[in-house]
């Protein structure tokens, strides 16, 4: 309970520091905000008024502050680019709403397949003796950790799409209109994102398996009578899960920054799409809040992780 | 060369050696010389598929994709080697420094590093990327940037585990000055691991260049990039598949390649 | 009971075991004694039914009762092998560390074999579990029944390992260096352990072990394996007083004796004794330890200072002087948060090292040894008191010749770079360090090779070498052949001894093992817990040792 303790304050202190670190980054920003919206040709008054309108006047400390505050109390500023009519500006809040929807989904079925297909793959692979079996799954992971996550949705689209007929591509079902069709079109991009870890986390598993059959503990099961089977799902496995609860919670971040990409591919309205989009017009308040908000994301699942395997793991729990 | 002798070729190697030999060839020779100029458009032969004139077919001007292919593989290997050696070499001074003498200097660097490890590296290159701006300068910077903590940490884990070894001992006993101890007795020992971590750092610089240039905030035009070259593809699957084949496969084997004789190598030293 | 007829087994071409024969009959203790590769762990493995898979059993077979377990030419009945294994034969194995499962609690891991064998289910598995370890010795059975290996001390994890082995009563228990990782103290209590259960229960037990000595405590007949085969059998009596092989004699030979010394002041050593006079109390008494430990370390301040005047009046030097020194280590995470504790590891320590002498330090691990000797070497700054040199720094001899090479150098650029430090020119160096190869006994070709092509011994010779090749006066060598086999070690000793006498050295020489302290040492001291609790004249030591627990270190 005291690790407890210990790792919430340090996971304040890491949030605190990535908002920093984030609100820093989109204050040295090359160029002026003020003449990017206006053009060259305003007049001085209008962007003295709209630097009073953004805030942009007042000093960086309480800029951050005011910022932060608002995130906190669910105030995430107002987009440059997009407005709600001509005298009323876009609240990003708005903005992001309907369409974190759909990247959580995405993320999540991606993580679902990743569990459900590599462990067993992982284990299959460890407890084989078909040296055939083995070279296989070698060379399949080893070529499937090569693909890109934008070519393998490219992929998927000609094969399940195209040539398979599958699917229609290009036509996403919004989940307000039928969820069911939302988590089917869903299914494709997440198999996109999701067989590059397949193929890691399933390596992964099998080394560690492996390693853990050299250890002396495996040779005193054999010692007891225990039967080849006994060995690997009584005491190989669990040693060997440890690590990979780490690895797994590694690989979230990497599927929900995977999913970024995948969306552009699929064209699906997520907020990857809105962030790449937003980069590109330079609409900062909308990245920012983004970036902070998958960053806490990220951050926050280590901490999950990082929990679970305390609990589950007895030499660093019963300390 | 001492270790050419330990060195048994094994199937790995030999396959990534391969890949990556045609990879690297294709990239040297397409910065001098390509089959057909990449930028002459042509109507007349418009999504050509593959035939013994063009090999990879043309796109939707008309252009030969093979050497628009060559001048991407350089374009990306570029990247990819740059920030390796950018990121490495910051990384080997950092981690060496702070994994050596450890200290409030250490616990700083490394509270950075979680806070930087705490972004996904893609989503962090695209921070560094919106704030400087687009093109190739600027995603070699961003991926450098993103690519120094990984390298500080296996750099900083391996002097940890270097440094209370009795060889580090006995060169302090001896009298050895610490920056010698740092990089004559230490440093070669890590070599073996730096190594294999330089080349996946290389393909995840390949893939992270790619994905950006895909998403079209990467390199931009007139610089040629594999990724760049996907995206415009895209349009195309149901007319030429062949476009999009043919950059996204130049990508797997590239990165491939490098992982196997990555692999390779790992092997070959465990032996 | 059991036989093994004509066994040869080999790993991948390579032969570990040739042609060896033996039985075993219920209530013998036997015990296999060899170095590391003779095979004595192959053949025991191979008794188990252990073997790894890339092994093979290229002759003869083992017969348990009338069944036959393994033969050569017929593929390993798994099913059969594992109805014996764990409930009529068992094993307990060396590292008690890491051969328990380090998630699984360890009442459960000696209840699976229960389950494997037997009907017993639920509470009443939990009691015989319970029973066992209160057999073995084992206070607090219910909750060590419930703790995970980490949790338990190496003695402790060790009984555990044994009371799975004799749970079901096995007819044989085999035992693979069941103490070599455990401390002096503790070795002990395991090996009467082991005794009483074979006395009790009447099993036939095979004890392997590099350790002559502690097979003839233990055993009722002794087989030395070489180099895969048996090369003599018989009683402990036999085989000490009239070995018969010549690898045996070399292995008894070179088992540390304690010869007759010469000595040279009978009058000084007299003085001695009655100095710390009255100390026994150190080991009895743990709530005044702090304050016994104070009065041995001024007792042992005026044996030091007769000793001084002693060497002053024959012209000695002194080279090192450590006077009234605690030595501290930093304890922590190193965190922002965890606060940063010192641990005090060395209490008191005061004595001199003169010129040609050797100071023999005695300690089981975790004493404070290392951490005085890191002190003297500068490497750790973290102490009070004084460190006086009167000579330059000293060189130091390590334990791992495995970790105190750099394994990156070639030997040649090893042995040269103390030279380069001292900016000697190129020339000069590498004919020192030729000059340094005949001496540790190597030739010239070393010079090109890395520290991976060579063997323990010659490792540790190159150690040897790198620490004199400066021309030092005074050298800490810290376990310098604990690491290496018996044989080895006793040629590691020789070359340790001649250069001491042609170089005219001085040596702080640490050692867990006594016997080995006693072969080289004018002088030794005994630390324990930090404090340096008895300090004498070899000889005076070892025939009057004042403090329990040195005559425990000398049982």
Redesign the interface.
Known sequence: MKYFG?KL??LII?LF??SV??FI??Q???GDVVTSILGTEATEEREAQLREELGLDKPVVERYVNWMGGVLKGDLGTSYRYSKSMNEMMPVAELIGDKLPVTLWLAAIALVLIIVISIPLGVLWAHSSSKFLDAFLGVMT??A???????LG??V??IFG?VMKMFTPGSYISYHTSFAGFLGYLIFPAIAIAIPKIAMTARFLRNAMLGELK???V??????????N?VMY??VL??AM?PVITFVGMII??V??GS??VE??FSLPGIGRL??S???T?D?PV?EIL?LY??FV??FV?FIVDMLYRVL???IS?R | MKRKHHLKLNKYLVAGGIMTAVMVILAIVGTFWTPYSTTTMSAAEKFAAPSLHHIMGTDNFGRDIFSRVMKGLGTTMMVGTLVVVAAGAVGILVGALTGFFGGWIDEVMM?IN??IN??????LS????????MGRQNVILALSIVFIPSFVRIVRSEYIRLRDMEFVNSARIMGVSKMRILFVHILPNILSVFSISMMIGF?NAI?AE??MS????GVQPPDASL?KM??D??GY??TA?WY?LSA?VT??VL??GI??LG?GIRRCSND | MIKIEDLSVSFQGRTAVEHVSFSIEPGEIIGIVGESGSGKSVTALTL?G?LAEQASVDSGRVTFDDTVLLEAGRSID?RL???????RM??V?Q?PM????????VGKQVE??LQ??TELKGEEARKKVLSIFDEVGLKNSDMVYES?P??LSGGMRQRV?IA?ALILEPELIIADEPTTALDVTIQAQIIALLKEINKRHHNAMLFITHDLNLAKTLASKIMVMHHGQIVETGTPEEIFTNPQDDYTKMLISAVPQRKKRTCNNAAQRNQKSSAAKGLKSFEEDEDNRKSIAEQIIENLQNVEKEHQEQCVQNGSREILRVSDLDVFYKEGNNSL?GGKKKKQVVNGADFSIYEGEVLGLVGESGCGKTSLSRAILGLNQNYSGQIQHFTERPQMIFQDPYSSLNPAKTIGWLLEEPLRVQKVGKDDRKQAAMEMLAKIGLDETYYRRKPSELSGGQRQRISIGQALITRPHFVIADEPVSALDVTIQAQIMDLMMNLKEEMGLSYLFISHDINIVYQISDRIMVMKDGTIIEMGETEELFSNPREEYTKILLA
Not at chain 1, 219 to 228: L, Q
Not at chain 2, 118 to 123: A, K, T, V
Not at chain 3, 81 to 87: A, E, I, Y
């Open positions: 210990k304050v340090s890491t520091m990535v670190a984030t980054a989109f040295i920003i090359p080893q070529g950790m090569a693909v890109p996550s934008f070519f490219v992929l689209i000609y195209i250890q002396d503990y040779r005193t099961a054999y010692s007891k009578g225990c039967s080849k006994r009584g005491h669990k040693n440890m971040a990497e929900v920054a970024i990409v552009q591919v962030l790449i937003s980069i590109s330079r900062f990245v970036v998958i960053a990220v951050i280590y793991d007895p030499r019963g | 509270r979680d806070a705490g972004f996904p590296s893609i989503l695209l921070v560094v990327i919106s704030v400087l701006g393909n893939l790619s994905g895909y998403l079209g905030i990724g996907l995206s593809a895209q699957m149901f598949p999009a996204g990508i797997v990165v491939l992982s196997l692999e | 188990m252990l798994k092998l594992q109805k014996f294994q764990g409930s068992s094993m194995f590292e890491t051969s328990l499962n380090p998630t699984m609690k699976e074999v494997l064998h995970y980490h949790q390992m799975m948060f």
